[in-house]
């Protein structure tokens, strides 16, 4: 399987605390996505960071890529309830015209008050 | 942004019968959607890749005469859930890729097989 892992699987923090997220994939990329999907919902991307980027930033989101060692964490600063929910991240592959995205295990978020 | 929609949202049925999913994207084209099941607590697998006027590819272990794909515009594809059985109970979700090399994801479509 080319699914990546995630860790934690899951994770519990108070409102105002960071979260941090690691993702760990198996094959080269062309970039790799954040995504975060509510319960029973479907997804919404959060950010995605090329192979030659390191680090990228977007509000309270920070993503890192080391792609020497294959994996990629997301840090979510000053948490808040509405952050509950499940978060993916997503290698993408060139396909020829698409790229197909394989999804990690994802880490289940919840902050509470 | 780039919106995709799915119908239904949900379904039920009895097993043995055919259900089909639609997804479309409604402010653009998309020569390529993808197919993806998600079982409960657990992540996307990639089904299939929806090509507009071609047949679908199926990944490893997906069968094809199972899942029906057929993408005959560039706005709509769709997904028929053939001889259903509780097994295929899942939430399906659809994503249609965009020119910013960006897949936009629908709202999914859960479906349960009584």
């Known amino acids: 399987s080319q699914q990546g892992e995630e860790d934690p699987q899951a994770l519990s923090i108070q409102e105002g605390e960071n979260a941090t997220m690691n993702c760990s994939y198996k094959?080269?990329?062309?970039?790799l996505q954040w995504y975060r999907q509510n319960s029973g919902r479907g997804l919404v991307h959060l950010i995605l960071i090329r192979s030659n980027e390191r680090e990228k930033h977007s509000g309270r989101l920070r993503v890192t890529l080391d792609t020497s060692k294959k994996s990629s964490s997301l840090l979510i600063t000053a948490s808040r309830a509405a952050d509950t929910a499940s978060y993916f991240c997503a290698t993408a592959r060139n396909t020829g015209t698409a790229s197909k995205l394989t999804f990690g295990t994802g880490t289940r978020l919840q902050v509470t008050l | 942004g780039a919106v995709v929609s799915q119908h239904p949202s949900w379904v039920i049925c009895k097993s043995g019968t055919s259900v089909k999913i639609e997804c479309r994207s409604l402010?653009?084209?998309?020569?390529?959607m993808f197919w993806y099941r998600q079982f409960p607590k657990q992540s996307l697998m990639l089904m299939a890749t929806?090509?507009?006027?071609?047949?679908?590819?199926?990944e490893q272990g997906v069968e094809k005469d199972k899942f029906l794909i057929n993408h005959a515009s560039l706005t709509l594809s769709t997904l028929t859930v053939t001889s259903a059985h509780p097994e295929d109970s899942s939430f399906y979700i659809c994503s249609a890729y965009g020119l910013s090399n960006e897949q936009y994801f629908g709202p999914g479509t859960r479906l349960t097989v009584t």
């Open positions: 094959t080269s990329i062309n970039n």
């Open positions: 402010d653009f084209q998309a020569t390529t």
């Open positions: 929806s090509n507009e006027g071609s047949k679908a590819t199926y």
